[in-house]
């Protein structure tokens, strides 16, 4: 389905699986934790939950706005723009259904954020890890099959 001639290089030539840095680490935490503050803020703010998508999005537009200055334009081709703005509605959906839905409901009282927000980022870590399999060829080694195995169990567990 998907090929890997964008330009875009296996980071290891499909070898055993690179060791994350401690840079890669600290940047996984600090998204985390952005990601993390982010949800529980849009929670508590009494913002109108069909509202937090777009708010969001504009934010999120706002802050990525210095990331212009480190394109390598030279590299841009219109095949892997057209991919790349798929991949933006696609984020655009899932923020629609995560701040809308999940967020939303929360408020609402639907259901708790802290059960339904550790489901969701559990379950895209899986289809991520599954995806990259699939499509990228990129190994799985038994600690990211172990892993996935714990997000499982841990989605039964806190599925209330």
Do not use: H
């Amino acid at each position: 389905m998907f090929s890997n001639d964008c330009n875009v290089a296996p980071a290891n030539n499909g070898s055993a699986p690179m060791p994350l840095s401690p840079l890669g680490l600290f940047l996984a935490t600090a998204a985390g934790l952005v990601w993390a503050a982010a949800a529980i803020i849009g929670r508590v703010s009494g913002a109108p939950s069909q509202a937090m998508p777009l708010i969001i999005s504009a934010g999120s537009f706002i802050a990525c706005l210095p990331t212009i200055f480190f394109i390598n334009t030279s590299s841009l081709q219109m095949r892997g723009i057209s991919i790349a703005f798929v991949a933006a509605l696609l984020n655009g959906i899932g923020m629609a259904i995560g701040w809308q839905g999940l967020i939303g409901g929360a408020a609402e009282g639907k259901w708790e954020l802290s059960v339904v927000m550790p489901i969701a980022y559990s379950l895209l870590f899986l289809f991520i890890a599954a995806g990259t399999a699939i499509f990228l060829k990129e190994p799985v080694s038994l600690k990211q099959a172990s892993g996935m195995l714990l997000a499982c169990v841990a989605i039964y567990l806190m599925r209330g």
